[in-house]
């Protein structure tokens, strides 16, 4: 088999990896079908194991920074890591891809998709604040001694629901569109085992079921049931409770708040967002008080009727009134019965009945339930609820009622775990921060000492901004030294092991070998726009990125390539460390240590957004590529194996592009030549169009003038006749 068909074969590359041109690129020009236009637009090899030399694009591409040559080379492309390590590859140029996405599924990679996860996002918030507003709608008619529902306000909570529902429903569905997509990711999946089901019903109609609809259905056959019992209260909070846990859990894991910048967390922002936890807490708890009142009252109705003969349990519901017979009746009861004095606050009538209104007697003495403006009785409720979280509801008596003790368990742990979460927070935060201005005071007196100019101070005053941001203080490697050695070891196992497995050297070690390569791993920050490597500088650390991006330029060339999550750099440095002959020949020849024969960088890397990874020092490297010089090739251990050889020098891939360069040339000058016969066919025939448009043009005219001149012959002889 050829060298080329061996290349073909060779496992696919994530990522795009900086450093392809160096001294051996010079190979491209024997080939002589490039030209320097064509270089500049090489497509970009990745970094990790896949099946092909250019893999499917994410939607990112690479920067150009001349318009020389054909401006529509093929983009750089690069691989999914999921993907990549599932052996799965995917093309979104495939016909496959291409159906589904006229279908209209949207990947996940687009911008669309991310456009519409902050639409849902922003839904979600709105939806918890909405959904109470149904709690609102049933209203109590003193007067009459009925429970009716207030029609307006129903109608408008409820376009209000329909239209977020709709945002939710075409967010199920673009999920499953995503899951049944022909490269399903793990979280698709995992959607459709278990969230599915769990969205399916959240999204069910059951306030409107519950409340809207018997509003908006008027008709006698109604006067016979209650208009709201304890047992759909109950079913209308359970419900609102799903709703809200899964609400909170979107928005918490949504793309949206995970890719927006961290404030920096002070005291007093802690405190403004308890206040807001509060307010939600308390918009909640007052809903659900205002509804239960209501259905206190009725239960206090009902149980004084079941005492008299001439009371039905109809009489209860104000769509009672629409029938003219039961309203005759109901008249002459309510003439007849107290029940009106009865069923109130124990403070309005204590000579009468006593009635145990519990919790809700303080809405039942100021008639909160009758109120018609919605202002009122909700800002009274949302204060009710905020006075009784804040005080754990301490100086408040409760009934007999089961579920009514259990409604004030659950105001007595919200309210105790708000004020425990909020002082803990908060006495952490005071402390982290007086931490903070000591740290920043010995800094500004370092630079304030060493004369900094103002420029190197604004740069580390950032830097250690950023820094208390991302770690609120936390000294992470300390954090886990101190852990116990088997906790160390599953811990750098989990997040280191998704990084060297990538790489074929290390890959074909074995576990117990990476997990010692893993606890030589050390974690790193940079902010944005920071410098990491200069062109031609010592390469002293190969580094993994685990969330960021990086920006690769080289001052040779006119490409800038973007670097992700789960790509690396430094691997000038991975094949220097694995070549024994490149630094431990060297170094006893000219009496150097390894470390200052270090290779130097190709490419001036840069980052672009935050970047957080692990590197792995020259130094250690070096102690790995010592111990384990049997990793690459037992037969002989002072050379790299061929799959590696094609992996990391760049002979192999600039083989590979020379022949891509010349293939996709080839395909363009045949589509050229095909599309240049197509207009030269075009043309000719216009041509012979035009020329047989212009001669039945000769002959029309030809025609006409003949026509005139035997019509002026004709004439001619006419007047002649007339003459003779």
Known sequence: MSWVKILMRRPSRNGVRPGWKNSHSNRGEDCPEMDPGDLSRLPSVSSTNSNNLEGPSNGKR???KTSSGLKSFTPARRYNLKHAASGIV??????EHQLWSNAGWISRSTSLHNLWNRVFSITCPVAILADPLFFYVPLVRLDLVCVELDRSLSLTVTLLKMLIDFVYFIHIVLQLGIAFAPSPTSEASRYMRGQFWLDLVVILPVPQLVISVPALWTSSRLSSKKVLSTWKTLILIFHYILRLFRMLFIVKQSKMAMSRKAPVETVWTLVAYNIILYMLASHVTGASWYLLTVVRQDACWRQFCANESTCLSGYFSCSSLQDDKIMHHRANWLNSTNISSQCVAASVNPTGTAFSFGLFSLAVERKITSLESFAEKYFFCLWFSLRSLSSLCQGYQVSAEIWEIFFAFIM???GFFAFIHTKQRISAQAIREREMRMKKKDAEEW?????LPKELRNRTRKYHEFSWVETQGVNEVALLQSLPQDLRTDITRHLCFKHLTKIPLFNRMGDQRLEEVCQKLQPIQHMENSYLLHEGEPVAAVVFIDEGEVEASASDSNRVELLGPGDFW??????????NRSHEEKSSLFEL???????LAEWTMQTRTKVEGFSLSSTDLISIARNYKNVSNKKNPKRLKTEDRRYYFNEWVWAALVIQVAWRKKQTLEKQKWAASLIHKFWRRRKQMLAERQKRKQMFEEMQNRRKLEKQKYQETLEQSKEN
């Not at 430094?570 to 070549?579: K, S, V």
């Open 62 to 64: 690479s920067k150009e």
């Open 90 to 95: 995917f093309d979104p140029t495939s016909p």
């Open 412 to 414: 007595f742990i919200i």
């Open 447 to 451: 630079m304030h000492f060493h004369k």
């Open 570 to 579: 430094g691997h000038e440095l991975l094949f220097w460390a694995f070549n």
């Open 593 to 599: 240590t390894p470390e200052e024969l270090l290779p």
